[in-house]
Structure formats: C-alpha cells, structure tokens
C-alpha cells in the first residue's frame, strides 16, 4: 500500500487517565490495541469511529481523555494487525 493509502486507513490514537481499575476492551468494536500506561490510564488505538470505545469509557471514572493521529509507526502496525476483508 501507498503511503497515503496506510494513512487514510487511519486510526486515532486515546490516551486515557482513569480514577479507578484499568478496564479490558477485548471485543470493543474499532479498537485494536490497548497498553496500560504507568499512572492508572490506557493507550488506546481505535480503527475507524472511536463509537465502541466512548460506550466502554462512559460508565468509567475517566479524568482526562486525549486524542491523536497514530504516527507513521502505529499506522504500519496496525495495518499489519488488520487481517482485512477475507
């Protein structure tokens, strides 16, 4: 794929604090990674609509929510970790 190709696939990535137990987003639609961060707090990549994400958070005692554009590295990961269209 073309470089502007990797990055209209796109994905944003969320840093997120939480005053509380860090959740799991195994099976969240549009996320395709999730790392914890020293401090209480997620790094959340998430393909497409951040939809699935904002629902799992919404019941959470989230304090802080920062978003981004995945940088050229995360845009090549994740575009190897998608298995695509079978």
């Not at 790392?35 to 005692?61: E, H, I, M, Q």
């Amino acid at each position: 794929a073309t470089l502007d190709a990797l990055r209209r696939k796109g994905s944003t990535v969320y840093d997120v604090l939480l005053d509380g137990p860090v959740p799991v987003l195994d099976g969240v639609p549009g996320v395709v990674s999730a790392t914890a961060l020293d401090g209480g707090g997620l790094r959340v990549t998430v393909s497409g609509p951040p939809t699935g994400l904002l629902a799992a958070l919404a019941p959470l005692p989230v304090t802080s929510l920062r978003s981004r554009e995945a940088d050229l590295e995360e845009v090549f990961l994740s575009y190897y970790a998608d298995p695509g269209p079978s």
